[in-house]
């Protein structure tokens, strides 16, 4: 696998994430415990931070390849 197809795969698979971490929102009330339901959102948006830290380094990555063209 070269470089642009494994920024491909990674990105698909944040954006997979990211879409399951979205998803679990609307089910949170259903759980009917304010403590438990503040710890989940304290945990998904550090799985959200992290998935954008990956993103990042990513297009960093990216970038740094798309400069060395010129």
């Known amino acids: 696998m070269d470089r642009a ?3 491909s795969e990674i990105r698909a698979s944040c ?3 990211a ?3 979205t998803s679990i929102h609307p ?3 259903a759980l009917a415990d304010e403590p438990t339901k503040a710890e989940i959102i304290k945990a998904l948006f550090e799985l959200t931070k992290a998935v954008e830290v990956v993103k990042k380094q990513v297009m960093r990555l990216e970038k ?3 400069s060395a063209l010129l």
């Open 5 to 7: 197809a494994a920024i």
């Open 15 to 17: 954006n997979v994430i």
């Open 27 to 29: 089910l949170l009330p």
């Open 64 to 66: 740094r390849d798309d």
């Open 19 to 21: 879409g399951g971490v």
